[in-house]
């Protein structure tokens, strides 16, 4: 780590008057501390956000509103949470271990970058790190790379599983900007695609400080699924995971909702196989269907083929999973 | 150093005069120190402990701290910043680096060894401490971010010469062998109970929208919970079975025999 000045915020205002475009906020640590000591982040000055009174989950007119620095593990175990959005607690005590859940923050896992091995390898070319200076993961080891997205300048793809659940409940992020001003961000935008811009992650700028993450009302918690595949059985990064929620009528699906992690530089939205099933009989024929449709538009790299039929058969087992409920 | 100079339990004399007899006299004479500690727990790896165990175990309560480390000087370090927390219910006030994690303070500025630093990066718990009640990963804690709070390591979990009953099974199951990842573990899943008694709940829940009362752990359950903490040696068996014995109160069996 580089030397740093280290300050506490106690409110969102202090926090914003002190950023700079060399500081850096800190919340749970989990990443930022992680990628400073690689030297991947490099901030002169620290501003810990741990006291800030965004903290809270409380329910709202339109739904429930989770405060940035509530920790992951509060808010999976929150009681309106486990009842109306089953698939976000599933999705978040998917991820990390104990003791990683009740450091981070949620805005900070929304933030988490990359785990592409050459991102974080500082003597390795990465656009994402240094802009303009290639892409090792293209031509090296790829296998936990994207199938779906990505462009010549980066094909890494995004760690959390918080977020995919977020992206199927059609979440949106509140924001606070240095001059006071408030935006809110469809959660469909948040995260970015690479393009020729792989350096930005996500849509906020420099300098915002996320306040809150706010979830509409649904009507799928009865047939609701998060389903994760990694390399071992717990504590380990997603190769493919899938959050599906179905509003039934009978046995016919109204709506779908399908986001897919460990594919894409975003939670990738599953548009097709949601535009497939609507109005379709919730069968394991038109299960299938839509899952084909959705993987069909895959692009695999060298070594990570296997994800398009993990993709599909991840897929299927979501969807049953959600219709048992 | 600080010497531990409580007078040596007659089970506890005979346990180093059986092992450990060139150091008796030394021990009886000056106290425990460090040293000897660390002998004793080499011998626990090779095995050679178990059979003495039997009312000795409040060796392993007994805390061993420096208390000669030198301050850090002021106008050596580029972001000093004075810190105060609580350790093991003790006030402690340290000037350090920003940069210091607070398994760093521990080990560095504090003298508590018990913590392991094993990859500093997030990814094998052997690092684990509580911190207001909640187990974390102190090599991603930096220490500037702990002012005011309370903060329980390995050393602190016995009370007196009374081992905490998870320290108890974990001996009692074997739930080590090199003893690396041991403090880790043992936080972890000190701190598991509470988390258990709370109703919380893991990725292997099946009723999540249920709102649980206190659960009590399967086998599955536990390893899911318990994944935080990697043992290189694989006790992971043994591991599982001392939770359950802390946990449920009752006699577990245990995975291995003597052999004979
Ligand atoms: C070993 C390991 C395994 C992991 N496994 C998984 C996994 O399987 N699945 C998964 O999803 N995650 C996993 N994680 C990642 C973990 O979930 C994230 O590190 C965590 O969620 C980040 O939250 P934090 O509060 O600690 O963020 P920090 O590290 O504090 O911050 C992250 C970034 O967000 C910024 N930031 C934080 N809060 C705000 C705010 N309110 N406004 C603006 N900016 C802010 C910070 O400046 C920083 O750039 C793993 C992490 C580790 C170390
Ligand atoms: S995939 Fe993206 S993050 Fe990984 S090396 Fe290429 S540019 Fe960097
Ligand atoms: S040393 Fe902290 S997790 Fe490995
Ligand atoms: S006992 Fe050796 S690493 Fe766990």
């Known amino acids: 780590m580089i030397p740093f000045k280290f300050s506490i915020a106690k409110n969102p205002s202090e926090a914003l008057g002190l950023i700079h475009p060399h500081a850096a906020f800190l919340a749970g640590g989990t990443n930022i501390l992680d990628l400073m000591k690689e030297h991947v982040a490099q901030p002169t000055e620290i501003i810990d956000l741990g006291r800030l009174p965004l903290n809270t989950i409380k329910p709202t007119a339109t739904g429930i509103s989770l405060g940035a620095l509530a920790k992951n593990t509060e808010t999976a175990n929150h009681q309106l949470i486990r009842k109306d959005y089953p698939m976000l607690s599933k999705a978040i005590l998917a991820g990390a271990s104990a003791q990683i859940r009740n450091m981070a923050s949620n805005g900070g896992n929304l933030l988490q970058r990359t785990r592409c091995s050459y991102f974080y390898e500082i003597n390795m070319p990465c656009n994402k790190r240094v802009p303009g200076s290639g892409c090792a993961a293209m031509k090296g080891f790829n296998r936990m790379h994207a199938i779906f997205g990505w462009s010549d300048q980066c094909v890494a793809v995004y760690p959390s599983d918080m977020a995919i659940a977020l992206s199927a409940l059609n979440a949106n992020v509140t924001v606070m900007q240095q001059n006071g001003g408030e935006r809110s961000i469809p959660f469909i935008d948040f995260h970015l695609l690479p393009k020729d811009h792989p350096e930005k992650d996500n849509s906020l700028k420099h300098g915002e400080l996320i306040t809150s993450i706010e979830l509409p009302k649904n009507n799928f918690a009865g047939h609701s699924a998060y389903i994760k595949v990694r390399d071992r059985h717990s504590y380990a990064f997603a190769l493919v995971s899938v959050a599906a929620g179905f509003e039934l009528q009978g046995s016919t699906i109204k709506t779908a909702h399908i986001a897919m992690g460990g594919v894409a530089h975003k939670p990738w939205r599953a548009l097709k196989a949601e535009a497939f099933l609507k109005d379709k009989a919730a069968t394991l024929a038109n299960f299938t269907k839509a899952a084909n449709l959705e993987m069909s538009a895959a692009k695999p790299l060298a070594h990570n083929k296997f994800k398009i039929e993990m993709g599909k058969q991840t897929l299927i087992h979501a969807f049953e999973v959600a219709l048992k409920g | ?260």
């Open chain 2, 1 to 260: 150093m600080k010497q531990n100079t409580s007078p040596l339990s007659p089970e506890e004399k005979k346990l180093f005069g059986d092992l450990m007899p060139e150091e008796l006299n030394e021990v009886l004479r000056s106290g425990l120190q460090r040293r000897h500690f660390l002998k004793l727990m080499g011998l626990a790896s090779a095995g050679l402990l178990v059979s003495h165990m039997v009312g000795a175990e409040q060796l392993f309560a007994r805390s061993v701290e420096f208390d000669e480390i030198p301050d850090l000087i002021p106008a050596a370090i580029e972001n000093g910043i004075n810190v105060s927390f609580k350790v093991n219910s003790n006030n402690k006030k340290v000037l350090i680096d920003s940069r210091m994690t607070l398994l760093d303070t521990l080990r560095e500025r504090i003298g508590l060894t018990g913590s392991k630093k094993g990859c500093d990066h997030g990814q094998c718990g052997a690092c684990t401490v509580i911190v207001d009640g909640n187990r974390v990963l102190s090599c991603l804690t930096l220490a500037a971010s702990c002012e005011g709070k309370s903060i329980i390591t390995i050393e602190g979990l016995a009370k007196d010469n009374e081992l905490n009953p998870m320290q108890q099974a974990f001996l009692k199951h074997d739930g080590f062998q090199c003893g690396f990842c041991t403090p880790g573990q043992i936080c972890s899943a000190v701190a598991l109970m509470k988390e258990a008694r709370e109703g919380q709940a893991s990725f292997v829940t099946s009723n999540i929208r249920e709102q649980a009362g206190a659960v009590m752990l399967s086998d599955e359950e536990i390893a899911e919970r318990m994944s935080g903490n990697i043992c290189r040696c694989g006790a992971y068996p043994n591991i599982v079975a001392a939770i359950k014995e802390a946990q449920t109160g009752k006699n577990i069996e245990q995975n291995w025999l003597f052999a004979g």
